[in-house]
């Protein structure tokens, strides 16, 4: 048997693909998820891909005697915690709801990690902690700044309690990953991305435009200090972000982090402009997007893309897909939402 890694947030977006490559290298995955933003028929997604359907818990982590009885029974040999509720507007509509799960889940799970002796914690954290970077490429050195929403705030103050957490519990190892902007979706299109509602992220919107589900997809301002006028982001294909975790448990478990927290970019390095994005959907997949320049949206980054050397050299990692990869599997899972 594999060593085990309990996966929080499993049957969500990236979760589902980490579960992937995780079973792949022969891992035994046990997922716990709400099911708040997603749906439970994931698991058997993932057990067709992988053919090892992962075992699978329905419950909030802020329900801590659930999460204490999982512990009581399994001996985890790293967790991955993805479990958040990621909606930038929704976090500025109601802030106490993203405090109260996004820090109480990290708690219940840090109390736990320590009561059962558990050492080893992934964390799904975001370029949205570095703000409007006044440096490019950015760097992991790169302070915080003010955070744009309270949802990057739970980033800032989840990335603090694992470096106080694991200054002061001498057994806990944790380690950070900065996602940039994951897009794309699993060759098979078994798994992928399932948003609720007006997708307000920009590849999303294109597929569900594309499939005729949206009129018209809407470039917020053509007006900023760039090549084309459009915003600027890393976009990185989620089966490499998904990579990205498998590669950060191996360094823990081989215990070759050199610090007990550390924190790695995930991004591509490369920046790609929004116009750039609708036109390698449209050139890869042969199929228009009807688009209408619109004035900007408020509290928008100009431009951010990664520095990955760090990622690169201590994490031996890489990103492989490009933006036409991305595209590609975007557009072959929204068209098995369509049907
Ligand atoms: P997702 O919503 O698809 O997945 C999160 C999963 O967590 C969902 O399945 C949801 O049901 C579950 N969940 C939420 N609250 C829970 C709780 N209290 N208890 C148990 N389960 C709970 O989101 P995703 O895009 O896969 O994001 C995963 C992580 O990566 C999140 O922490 C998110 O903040 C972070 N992140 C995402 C992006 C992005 O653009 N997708 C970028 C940077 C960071
Ligand atoms: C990308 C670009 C838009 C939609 C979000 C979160 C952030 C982090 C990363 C989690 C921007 C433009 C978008 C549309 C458009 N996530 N756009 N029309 O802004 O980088 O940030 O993902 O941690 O917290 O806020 O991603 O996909 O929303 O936008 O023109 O309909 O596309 O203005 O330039 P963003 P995005």
């Known amino acids: 048997m594999g060593k085990k890694i309990l996966i929080t947030g499993g ?3 990236i979760g589902s693909h980490t579960a992937v490559e995780l079973i792949h290298q022969g891992y035994e995955v046990i997922i716990v998820d709400d099911l708040s933003n997603s749906e439970q028929h994931t698991i058997e997604s993932i ?4 053919g090892k359907k992962p075992e699978f818990h329905q419950f909030d ?16 040999d790293g ?14 509509a109601n802030p106490m709801l993203y405090y109260d799960v996004n820090l109480n889940s990290m708690l219940n799970l840090l109390k736990l990690m320590e009561l059962y002796n558990v050492s080893n914690l992934v964390f799904s954290s975001s370029c ?22 309270p949802y990057g705030h739970t980033k800032q103050i989840g990335e603090d309690i ?56 809407k470039v917020y301002g053509n007006d900023y200090d760039t090549p084309d006028g459009t915003a600027i982001r890393d976009y990185i294909h989620v089966v490499d972000l998904a990579k990205a975790h498998v ?15 550390e924190y790695f970019n995930i991004g591509t390095g490369k920046g790609s402009s929004v116009l750039e994005v609708i036109q390698a959907f449209e050139k890869i997949n042969q199929i228009k997007v009807p688009y ?16 990955t050397t760090r990622a690169n050299h201590e994490l031996n990692w890489k990103a492989q897909l490009n933006l036409d990869d991305m595209m590609k599997s975007a557009w072959k899972w929204q068209k098995t939402l369509i049907t």
């Open 11 to 13: 049957t969500g977006y």
């Open 47 to 50: 057990g067709k891909i992988t």
């Open 61 to 76: 982590l802020r329900d801590f005697p659930s999460l204490a009885a999982l512990f009581n029974e399994n001996k985890f």
């Open 79 to 92: 967790i991955i915690h993805f479990a958040a509720k990621k909606a930038v507007g929704e976090s500025v």
């Open 128 to 149: 949205t902690v570095y703000g409007q970077p006044s440096q490019l490429p950015v760097t992991e050195d790169t302070p915080f700044s003010l955070a744009e929403s």
């Open 162 to 217: 694992l470096h106080q957490t694991t200054r002061t519990n001498r057994q806990l190892q944790a380690l950070s990953l900065r996602y940039f902007n994951p897009v794309g979706a699993h060759p098979s299109a078994l798994i992928g991305e399932l948003p609720v509602g007006v997708p307000a992220n920009l590849v999303p919107f294109i597929t569900q435009t594309a499939a005729g589900l949206r009129a018209t997809l």
């Open 247 to 261: 590669r950060a448990i191996e360094r823990m478990l081989n215990h070759e982090q050199k610090k007990s927290y």
């Open 292 to 307: 209408e320049v619109v004035d900007r949206r408020a509290g928008d980054i100009v431009k951010i893309y990664a520095d």
